[in-house]
C-alpha cells in the first residue's frame, strides 16, 4: 500500500520576538525585514526547553491525531541539526519519553531538507511491509545557534518543532513521487562554524532558488502530473523571494502557496510539517488535495514530493 500521512501534530513556543524587538538589538528595521524576508515576528523558545521537549509536544499531537498509542508507532525519525546533544540522538530520547518501546530511532542531519528525507525514509519502510506506522519530526532550537550580533542571519531564524505518523493509505493517495539530492561542494555557504550559523547568502539564494524551482517542477513531472493538477504548494519558509521563485517556476497562483514565514521565521527541518499543519488547521487544505513540498538546506541539501492528501 503507498505511504502518506495519518496524523499531525505541532509544539510553537510561547515567546514572540518580533522585528521591532530585533530594531532594539542590533541595527535593523522592520522595513528592512519584511521587504528582504517576508520575516514579521519569530517564536524563541526559553532556555530551559530543549530540541528533545519541543518533539515531544509535537510527536504527541501527532501519535493522538492519528488516534493511535506511542506503542503502535515502529520506528522514530527525528530530523534537526539542534539535538540536545551529539548522543544520545533526540530520535532515541523521544522514544523513552514516548514509551514507544524498543523501536529503531535515529536522527536526520539534513538541515532545512531533513523532514524531506524523512518521509522518504519512512516512505520505503511502509510500502515494503517492514513497518506500519513511522513517526517522523521535524525540530530545531535554532536560537542557541544564532549570533545575535550577526543581522545577516539573526533576523531570520525560529525555533519550532512539527510532527507525522506516516503509514499504509488507500491507492491514489499518499507520496506519489519524490526527488532527494545534496550538493556537498556548496557546503561552505552555509555552516555552523564552533558556535554559529554561518551563511554566504548570495551563494544560497541563488542555490535555492534554481534547485527548489527544479525539484518542484520534477516531481510533478514523475507523477504524472501537470503543473496545474498542483493544488496546494508548501516550500521550505526560508525567505519569501525564494519561495516565490519556486511559486512561479511551478506556474501557481499566489493563493495557492501556503506561507507561514511571516509569523514564525525560517524554522529549518520544522518549516515544512508546520506550514501543513497550519493550513490543516485552517480548512485550507481538504481530502484529495495534490499538493508539492519542496526545501533546501545546509549540506547543501534538497528534497522534494508530491503528496495526494487523504488517507
Not at 496524523?7 to 522592520?30: A, C, H, Q, Y
Not at 506561507?259 to 529549518?268: A, E, H, L, M, V
Request: aromatic share 6%; with cysteine.
Amino acid at each position: 500500500m503507498p505511504a502518506g500521512i495519518l496524523g499531525i501534530g505541532k509544539f510553537i513556543p510561547e515567546r514572540v520576538l518580533t522585528n521591532f524587538d530585533l530594531e532594539k538589538m542590533m541595527d535593523t528595521s522592520d522595513e528592512w525585514i519584511r521587504t528582504r524576508t517576508g520575516i514579521e515576528e519569530r517564536r524563541i523558545t526559553d532556555d530551559q526547553t530543549n530540541t528533545s521537549d519541543m518533539a515531544y509536544g509535537a510527536a504527541k499531537k501527532a501519535i493522538e491525531n492519528a488516534r493511535l498509542s506511542a506503542t503502535d508507532i515502529d520506528m522514530i525519525l527525528v530530523a534537526t541539526v539542534t539535538p540536545d546533544q551529539p548522543f544520545p540522538s533526540v530520535a532515541c530520547m523521544l522514544q523513552d519519553r514516548l514509551g514507544a518501546g524498543h523501536v529503531p530511532s535515529m536522527d536526520i542531519s539534513a538541515a532545512c531538507a531533513g523532514f524531506m528525507y524523512g518521509m522518504v525514509t519512512a516512505k520505503q519502510f511502509i510500502e515494503s511491509g517492514t513497518y506500519k506506522h513511522v513517526l517522523i519530526v521535524g525540530v530545531e532550537k535554532l536560537s542557541k545557534i544564532t549570533n545575535w550580533d550577526d543581522r545577516s542571519t539573526a533576523v531570520l531564524f525560529g525555533d519550532a518543532a512539527a510532527a507525522v505518523v506516516m503509514g499504509p493509505v488507500s491507492e491514489g493517495k499518499g507520496i506519489l513521487s519524490f526527488e532527494l539530492g545534496a550538493d556537498g561542494s556548496g557546503g561552505k555557504n552555509l555552516y555552523q562554524d564552533e558556535k554559529f550559523i554561518k551563511m554566504n547568502g548570495r551563494e544560497v539564494f541563488k542555490f535555492a532558488v534554481r534547485q527548489m524551482g527544479e525539484s518542484a517542477v520534477n516531481v510533478v513531472e514523475k507523477a504524472g502530473l501537470k503543473k496545474e493538477d498542483i493544488d496546494f504548494l508548501i516550500p521550505h519558509q526560508a525567505n519569501i523571494r525564494i519561495m516565490e521563485a519556486s511559486r512561479e517556476r511551478l506556474g501557481i497562483p499566489e493563493d495557492k502557496m501556503i506561507k507561514t514565514i511571516q509569523k514564525y521565521g525560517n524554522t529549518s527541518a520544522s518549516s515544512i510539517p508546520l506550514a501543513l499543519a497550519d493550513a490543516l488547521e485552517e480548512g485550507i487544505i481538504q481530502d484529495g488535495n495534490l499538493i508539492v513540498m519542496v526545501g533546501f538546506g545546509g549540506g547543501l541539501t534538497w528534497g522534494a514530493l508530491t503528496l495526494r492528501w487523504g488517507k
